[in-house]
């Protein structure tokens, strides 16, 4: 997208200089139809984005309740194996809502980034018309 705004540049530049009368004066009779470019659209440096955004925040910890998942009635191996087993259960699904979380910010990163480019192809869709109507003009 931005080879196709330079290069449309300089295609207005050429453009702008077929239109002069005799190559040297401008045709101050003559209203051209100049494209006005939104410098918002082209800034630089801001297509990046994707990528991990570093490790969750503290908030979201994976620790279990203090007392514990199960109550002990009977005190045996069974419960412990039991706590154990809801302990590592625990411990993944905070992992999965890590995950989730991430995949939620990665993809508001990609449609942030879509925008850009959906603006800037329209930007560079309506200069190509303008450039095209003013080189069927000089045509005529």
Do not use: H
Not at 52 to 69: E, H, K, N
Not at 101 to 108: C, S
């Amino acid at each position: 997208m931005d080879s196709i705004n330079a290069d449309m540049q300089i295609a207005e530049k050429a453009l702008k200089g077929m239109e002069l009368c005799c190559g040297v004066f401008p045709k101050f009779w003559k209203k051209t139809n100049e494209f006005k470019e939104d410098d918002a659209i082209w800034k630089g440096g801001e297509d990046g984005g994707v990528g991990g955004g570093g490790p969750p925040p503290a908030s979201m910890s994976t620790m279990g309740p203090q007392g514990g998942y199960v109550a002990k009635i009977t005190n045996d191996d069974r419960e412990e194996e039991m706590e154990e087993n809801m302990q590592q259960v625990s411990t993944m699904i905070g992992n999965l809502r890590n995950m989730a979380a991430d995949m939620g910010n990665e993809v508001e990163n990609q449609n942030r980034q879509l925008d850009r480019i959906n603006l800037k192809g329209a930007s560079n869709e309506s200069r190509v018309k303008i450039a095209n109507d003013r080189a069927g003009a000089l045509l005529k």
